[in-house]
């Protein structure tokens, strides 16, 4: 028998709309290029998405259409979040860090017929504009007519402006209702290993990971919060703000394209922000900051970091110095990303700070919806004991089945479990650990070795400003670790004095055979180690000798 409840279909149109009627005065604030501050509310979100709306149909746009952005976190990104799906058409959101070929390859895969693009990124276009003039067949600089940059595009490619688009549009759109498993907005991974892969997520996606992330475990969105997103709306959908910020009537603070610690320590102070979130990159960068300029952060309640390892520097000086909590999570772009939150449940209280400080490196308790566990080599589920590791699947109903243009379902096995990539612990309550991605573990005599462990305790020397541990080929125990550690600004690295920290902390089998001090480390797009490109030039280390 069925329920006898309505169904209407969940929308992405319908939590914008509630913003708009609900909390049409809360802000959305956008630090611009030109170094302005552009302040509008919901409701004028609402109304502009709408305009635009009718602005891309007056293009030509059609449901399904792949509308590509090149962009900032900013106003009129968001508009383009909104007003793509609400006319059934897709958000394709573009990492402009990624190396210009696999740019031209996103663009061309996904297929996109416009792209709506920052004016910071007019040399990439003009770059890249002849490899994709096949599917691109308009540009849209997100300006205002006397900021329209310079650009060179292919022949047949029209460019637009923007604002002048908007102000010529009709504002007589009414969202219409749909299948809620409608595709609404597309992502591709970074492609550390291989070509990007395409997520597309779905309304109905979308709007069940902006309920579960805004609840109190976990990024506790209120309608009296200020959130400040710093990670990129260009990559996995800024870890849906964008949506949990409408859900919740919080205000937004976009930031723009500088995010050194200088920008955000001000830019988190004059708009009264109490909670943002990024990598642990742009924290360290603010720390620094905060500490060489003497300032402090006069709202900021909470920093959630995300998408590599929480530093332990990071939750203890934060705390300690600034008054601010860091708190620690978890995801994927094939998770919508984000998967588990290190929320305390009542017996994490009994710990002390130093215990509280040490759980908080977990990456924490998995969102209501999401279904976890851990298996060996073999497949066969692992206990949760907080030891033993392995592969981490994961399954729900913001989980990826498969990757776009590819069979649904072709991303995951029989019983819809999604291999993460990624090598865990979960402990009896809950609590769930990164060791490792599963190509970064060390196998050292048939035995697994977390590298992230060994780094986490390495970066605890004041004297290491970052360190990279990676498997090295060995002749009797298959691999072992090898640490890489660039030291701080004007400091030396002593080797003993890091090999030192070790001590009583991991077994002994675990430690480092080698320490070497480099000037740096190579990133991905995403600002996390590149270790594919170290395991190249160090992979041999150990029998070249
Ligand atoms: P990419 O950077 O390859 O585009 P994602 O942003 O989707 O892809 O990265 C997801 C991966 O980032 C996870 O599978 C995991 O390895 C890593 N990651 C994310 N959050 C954390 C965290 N808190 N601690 C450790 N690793 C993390």
């Known amino acids: 028998m069925l329920g006898l409840m309505q169904s209407h279909g969940l929308m992405i149109s319908s939590i914008l709309k509630h913003a708009a009627r609900h909390h049409g005065e809360s802000q959305v604030i956008s630090r611009t290029h030109e170094n302005t501050t552009h302040r509008y509310s919901w409701a004028d979100v609402e109304r502009r998405s709408r305009r635009l709306v009718r602005a891309m149909q007056a293009m030509g746009l059609e449901a399904g259409d792949r509308v590509g952005t090149l962009a900032w976190n900013g106003y009129r990104h968001l508009e383009v979040y909104y007003a793509a799906p609400g006319m059934k058409a897709i958000c394709h959101t573009i990492n402009p860090r990624l190396h210009p070929d696999d740019i031209a390859y996103i663009i061309n895969h996904a297929g996109d017929k416009v792209l709506f693009v920052d004016s910071s990124f007019a040399p990439l276009v003009s770059a890249i504009a002849g490899r994709v003039a096949d599917t691109v067949k308009a540009v849209v600089m997100l300006a205002a007519p006397d900021h329209m ?52 997520y779905s309304h109905r996606s979308t709007i069940l990971h902006a309920y579960a992330t ?65 990598v642990p990159t742009v924290w360290l960068g603010l720390l620094q900051h905060l500490r060489s300029s003497g300032q402090k952060l006069s709202t900021v309640k909470r920093i959630m970091t995300g998408g590599s390892a929480a530093p332990p520097l990071l939750i203890e000086a934060f705390r300690d110095e600034f008054g601010v909590a860091v708190e620690h999570g978890w995801g994927m772009t094939e998770l919508s990303p984000v998967g588990t939150y290190n929320a305390p449940k009542p017996k994490q209280s009994e ?37 033993a590791f392995g592969d981490l699947l994961v399954r729900g109903p913001w989980v990826a089945s498969a990757y776009f243009g590819d069979q649904p379902g072709s991303a995951c096995d029989a019983d819809g479990w999604f291999a993460t990539g990624d090598v865990a612990t979960i402990d009896p309550d809950g609590f769930m650990e990164i060791t490792d991605r599963s190509k970064d573990v060390i196998k050292s005599g048939g035995e697994w070795i977390s590298s992230i462990t060994l780094e986490n305790i390495a970066v605890s020397h004041p004297d290491v400003a970052e360190a990279a541990v990676i498997a090295a080929v060995h002749p009797k125990w298959d691999e072992r670790p090898l640490l890489l550690v660039v030291p701080a600004p004007g400091k030396s690295v002593d080797p003993a004095a890091v090999m030192a920290l070790y001590e009583g902390k991991v077994a002994k089998w675990w430690l480092p055979d080698e320490v070497v001090v480099v000037p740096e480390l190579p990133h991905t797009a995403t600002g996390k180690l590149l270790k594919s490109s170290l395991r190249t030039q160090y992979r041999e280390h150990y029998i070249k000798k």
């Open 351 to 387: 710990l002390s700070k130093d215990e509280a400080a040490q759980h908080m490196l977990k990456q924490g308790r998995v969102l209501p919806g999401i279904d976890m566990k851990i298996v060996d080599g073999s497949g066969k589920e692992l206990p949760w004991d907080g030891v």
């Open 214 to 278: 805004a609840l109190p475990d976990v990024l506790d969105i209120r309608a009296s919060s200020r959130v400040l997103p710093v990670v990129p709306m260009f990559h996995v959908n800024a870890w849906g703000i964008p949506y949990a910020a409408a859900l919740t009537g919080a205000s937004l603070v976009l930031p723009g394209r500088h995010l050194d610690g200088a920008s955000m320590a001000m830019l988190l102070n004059d708009e009264q922000v109490t909670f943002t979130c990024g």
């Open 149 to 200: 940059p310079e650009v060179t595009l292919a022949p047949g490619m029209k460019l637009i402006c923007y604002d002048q688009m908007i102000d010529g549009a009709d504002e007589d759109y009414a969202w219409p209702l749909f299948d809620e498993n409608t595709a609404s907005a597309l992502c591709y991974t970074s492609g550390t290993t291989g070509r990007p892969k395409g997520v597309l």
